[in-house]
């Protein structure tokens, strides 16, 4: 038997599925390697035989129940490696379904988050499943920007011990954005600190206690994702520690932030 990758869910999410810890309905559909390897041959000179046309037809049958298991439209896509924020389909985020149109989608998830580019330090190993999870309304912190303005927090935790808690979106990494994101630096902290640190703040004993629980079920020390919708926390994705984006250095923020979650 195969060792299953540890980032993967179809590694973590069966330890953590009977938690209690609230998370988005998930419906996890299972790819076939050969499949996985069509795909990725035929991507980019998009020609597909009719034989995997044929198989790319029951993925959609098969999507097509998930995300009636989840809730129904809009619903979130990923595979088991990654959720692809960074990438988008015709202007629009990948992860999003908003209708079975959006089924062709995982052409692009399946390749093009797993396939290595020089300008990507790594790629996650090719994906062994589909993810249809419940569409949750996050809350925004600011509405000064239309990228990276929802409030998600990432915790480092090992065997039920908090290491680090970090704003997903850190203000060390905005700062070098600004120009992109249209904002100026003194409007957005504004809104960062007086919006985004004082909801992780309010949340600190829900997201704490939910941290532990799921990181106690591991061994290894984890980086394990929390989001605000409609005023409750989310546990949304879990990795390795030791493969999970950190700042390589504190700022003010932080300081404030630990404030509070070190009492």
Request: proline fraction near 4%.
């Amino acid at each position: 038997m195969v060792e299953l990758d540890k980032n993967s869910m179809l590694y973590w999410f069966e330890k953590v599925r009977k938690l209690p810890v609230p998370k988005p309905k998930t419906a996890i559909l299972k790819l076939d390697e050969q499949l996985v390897d069509e795909i990725f041959e035929c991507y980019y000179s998009d020609r597909r035989s009719a034989e995997l046309e044929v198989k790319i037809e029951e993925v959609y049958r098969l999507l097509r129940r998930c995300v009636i298991a989840v809730g129904g439209f809009p619903a979130f896509l990923r595979s088991d490696q990654t959720s692809g924020k960074n990438f988008e389909v015709s202007g629009e985020p990948l992860y999003l379904l908003k209708n079975e149109g959006d089924f062709e989608k995982i052409w692009a998830l399946i390749v093009e988050c797993h396939e290595p580019m020089n300008i990507l330090m790594f790629a996650p190993p090719k994906p062994k499943a589909l993810v249809v999870r419940e569409w949750l309304k996050i809350e925004r912190w600011t509405g000064k920007i239309t990228k990276y303005n929802t409030i998600e927090v990432r915790v480092f935790a090992e065997k039920g011990e908090i290491k680090k808690i970090y704003p997903y979106f850190h203000w060390s990494g905005l700062k070098r954005h600004l120009a992109y994101l249209g904002a100026s630096e003194e409007s957005l902290y504004e809104d960062y600190v007086g919006n985004y640190l004082v909801a992780i703040k309010r949340g600190l004993r829900d997201i704490i206690r939910y941290a532990k629980t799921i990181s106690s079920v591991f061994d290894e020390e984890w980086s394990i994702d929390f989001a605000l919708a409609n005023g409750k926390w989310f546990f949304i994705d879990m990795a390795l520690a030791e493969t999970s984006w950190r700042p390589s250095e504190e700022d003010e923020t932080d300081r404030l932030l630990e404030e509070h979650w070190r009492c």
